[in-house]
């Protein structure tokens, strides 16, 4: 069972807020107050009857509940992830009667209507708070405006299951009425799991002149996957044992000289080896796999986790039956549009994420300012992300290799020619002969560069920067800090096998095999 408290209060103030958070100390809460957009001079009177509403659950349920930034300071709405479908839970304070009531009154019923609108086909949908209006009355406008929505909107309270008692009892102790409702759209499912709904009487201790109005349902919340990531965890080389590490290095290194051929890239996967095996022996847990849990910073969610399945499954199907490449082929069109529709809820997250930090900023900038600098900042920075989808001319890449692929075509079309009407052929002609002059030019000085040597080696070791994460496979500066005097003669016999004049001969196809040492690898494009 888990339970949400929806209210409302007349005069509820930015500067209020902070009270909420001292009563509901294991709870979460949202809130919006009657000036959070409006100018700071608005506080100084105080003003009631203007609006203020909040959300209030148990802390057990926050990984269920988001925030909907939807709505004006008379509105507040969250998700709450349960079953097959999450609730879209929409709280109101509605305008009562004043000199624009009416005017007020439309306003938000039209704001209430855009979220209807906006979440109808992904949610469940409850409205509930004090409306100011009855269903079961026509005495005042608001009555009638209310019940001509509803009709419109095919909104009901659900009476047979709610029961037709006032809910408000003016202070003078003359009104009162049914002005406080759960309201559901006509053809929801919610409805079906609709335990009760029961409206409390007076009680000694409510100093409110409304009651409690409670709904139950039979629903059970959806547990937020929390997936563990195995990763593979830095090596402590405060805890190295420097004598065992360089003992291993000594002795099985000779062996690796024997056995180079020359090939630098055999001869640095055969170091990696050796530098791995040395490091289990010297580091207690060396690389030890530890799981983590995500802690959710991704964007997920239902439609996206619905549509990622679709995808791959048409993708599964297309493969199945050759990967047909026919535009007009009937599982080509289906596996695109299924990428269409999973990118479609891929941005319309994001963009909701957006607006909502949009929506946190503006908040924040008046009532929290340690909070908005922070929001700011989240704002500036460029995060770090990598390309998922690449395309080129009629090709599509969206795993590794097929975007370096793709990649290395582009920089070939790129550096080559494109002969067209207004190309200056007389020019390329003449830089191709200044090109074939110079390298004929130093071919015949017969001069070679300088071969790496022990003392270059060593200096390009002693640069590279210590507690930086290790490259792709494993190896990271310190591998070479802790046995610089032991690896020094083995790479510098690699790297003479493989140099000259105009280029490196043998070179690795996917990494960079320059005689410095750069920590990182990278993947070498062809041009």
Not at 15 to 41: H, L, Q, R, W
Not at 52 to 60: F, L, M, N
Not at 266 to 295: C, F, M, T, V, W
Not at 465 to 485: F, N, R
Request: charged share 30%; hydrophobic share 30%; with cysteine.
């Amino acid at each position: 069972m888990y339970m949400c408290y929806a209210f409302k209060n007349t005069g509820f103030f930015n500067a209020e807020k902070k009270i909420i958070a001292e009563i509901t100390e294991n709870s979460g809460y949202i809130a919006k107050s009657v000036d959070d957009n409006d100018d700071p001079d608005f506080n100084v009177s105080m003003k009631r009857g203007y609006g203020g509403v909040a959300i209030i659950w148990k802390k057990e349920i926050n990984e269920n509940i988001k925030e909907l930034i939807d709505g004006g300071n008379r509105i507040q709405a969250i998700h709450i992830q349960q079953g097959d479908k999450p609730i879209c839970l929409i709280n109101v304070y509605m305008p009562s009667d004043s000199k624009n009531a009416d005017i007020e009154y439309k306003d938000t019923l039209a704001q209430i209507d855009e979220m209807i609108e906006k979440y109808k086909d992904t949610h469940e949908i409850i409205v509930c708070g004090d409306m100011n209006g009855s269903l079961d009355r026509s005495s005042t406008p608001h009555d009638k405006i209310l019940k001509t929505f509803c009709k419109e909107k095919c909104i009901g309270g659900n009476t047979e299951k709610c029961p037709v008692k006032e809910t408000f009892y003016h202070q003078n102790g003359m009104s009162k009425g049914q002005i406080d409702y759960f309201l559901f759209k006509s053809n929801s499912e919610i409805i079906n799991k609709i335990r009760q709904i029961d409206v409390l009487d007076t009680d000694p201790e409510n100093t409110s002149d409304h009651v409690p109005v409670i709904l139950t349902l039979n629903s059970q919340l959806k547990k937020v996957r929390e997936k563990a990531t195995t990763i593979i965890a830095k090596p402590k080389w405060t805890d190295c044992d420097h004598q065992i590490y360089k003992e291993v290095i000594n002795k099985d290194l000779p062996k690796l000289m024997q056995k180079s051929k020359g090939i630098i890239e055999q001869d640095i996967r055969n170091l990696e080896k050796l530098l791995h095996k040395a490091g289990e022996a010297a580091i207690p847990k060396y690389r030890r796999k530890i799981k983590i849990k995500s802690k959710g910073k991704a964007i997920w969610n239902e439609q996206i986790d619905k549509a990622s399945k679709q995808s791959k499954n048409a993708y599964k199907v297309w493969r199945q039956h050759g990967a047909p490449q026919e535009r007009s082929n009937e599982l080509k069109i289906k596996m695109t549009a299924a990428k269409r529709i999973l990118r479609k809820a891929q941005r319309q997250a994001y963009a909701s994420q957006r607006e909502s930090t949009a929506g946190k900023i503006m908040k924040a900038s008046n009532a929290d300012t340690k909070l908005f600098y922070k929001l700011i900042n989240m704002q500036r920075k460029t995060p770090l992300t990598n390309t998922k989808i690449l395309k080129l001319n009629e090709k599509t890449a969206e795993d590794g290799p097929s975007i370096m692929n793709i990649w290395q075509e582009h920089f070939q079309q790129l550096a080559t020619p494109t002969i067209e009407e207004n190309f200056d052929t007389e020019k390329l002609e003449l830089v191709e002969i200044q090109n074939n002059i110079i390298e004929s030019i130093e071919r015949e000085k017969g001069q070679g560069i300088d071969l790496v040597n022990v003392k270059e080696v060593n200096k390009a070791i002693e640069k590279l920067k210590a507690g930086k994460a290790p490259d792709e496979d494993g190896i990271s500066a310190e591998h070479y800090k802790h046995g610089m005097e032991e690896l020094t003669p083995f790479i510098v016999h690699s790297a003479k096998f493989n140099l000259n004049i105009f280029g490196c001969t043998n070179l690795p196809k996917d990494r960079d095999s320059n005689t410095n040492l750069k920590e990182r690898k990278r993947q070498n494009i062809t041009i």
